[in-house]
């Protein structure tokens, strides 16, 4: 394209770069509402990412991803669910604790995956119910309840005043197939 005037030139070019960023961000949306990695290559993979995201786009955040044990696909619900569980677990760490260090750990256990999101930031006083995260202004914490009730886990929210935040997840497994191209490990990134 040509303009005619270099004021129209530089409209040009601002509509340009606004296109250019509205697709990054749309594409950025898209990704979130359907995460390709977990889709493609499994929870780890999607997790270990999600980790190394929020660290390169938080700095001084340094964000650290633990895998313990025989790796095993789950159900898609299953996968799908740890992997929202975590993405909030990891937007509250960015958003709301102030921390500088977190961590995400999945075990797989005999019969059981955790998944573990912990920080070291401001913490807050946790209700006498569950049913109580809402009146709190806790939304994103009812929903990964709700979620982990969902697929048949049970989640436990520990936090206080300036003592971190840890959330637990705890999920039977029945029929998970181990991944063999994976095997028993244990991966530390961060």
Do not use: C
């Not at 997790?47 to 390169?56: P, W």
């Not at 914490?141 to 997840?169: D, K, W, Y």
């Amino acid at each position: 394209m040509r303009a005619d005037s270099p004021q129209a030139q530089q409209s040009v070019d601002e509509l340009l770069q606004l296109t250019e960023t509205a697709i990054a961000e749309l594409r950025r949306m898209i990704r979130g509402l359907r995460p390709l990695f977990l889709e493609d290559l499994g929870l780890v993979p999607a997790l270990e990412m999600l980790a190394r995201e929020a660290q390169a786009q938080h700095p001084p955040l340094r964000m650290e991803f633990v895998v313990r044990g025989t790796v095993r696909r789950l159900q898609p619900d299953q996968e799908l669910a740890l992997y929202r569980i975590a993405q909030e677990g990891l937007n509250n760490i960015i958003h709301h604790a102030g921390a500088d260090w977190g961590q995400v750990v999945l075990q797989f256990r005999a019969g059981q995956a955790v998944l573990e999101i912990q920080d070291n930031g401001r913490g807050f006083q946790m209700p006498e119910s569950p049913a109580e995260l809402a009146s709190q202004g806790h939304f994103g914490l009812l929903g990964m309840q709700e979620r982990a009730e969902l697929i048949g886990g049970r989640l436990a929210i520990r936090s206080a005043p300036q003592q971190g935040t840890q959330i637990v997840l705890v999920l039977p497994l029945e029929h998970a197939a181990a991944a063999p191209f994976l095997g028993q490990q244990e991966k530390n990134i961060g």
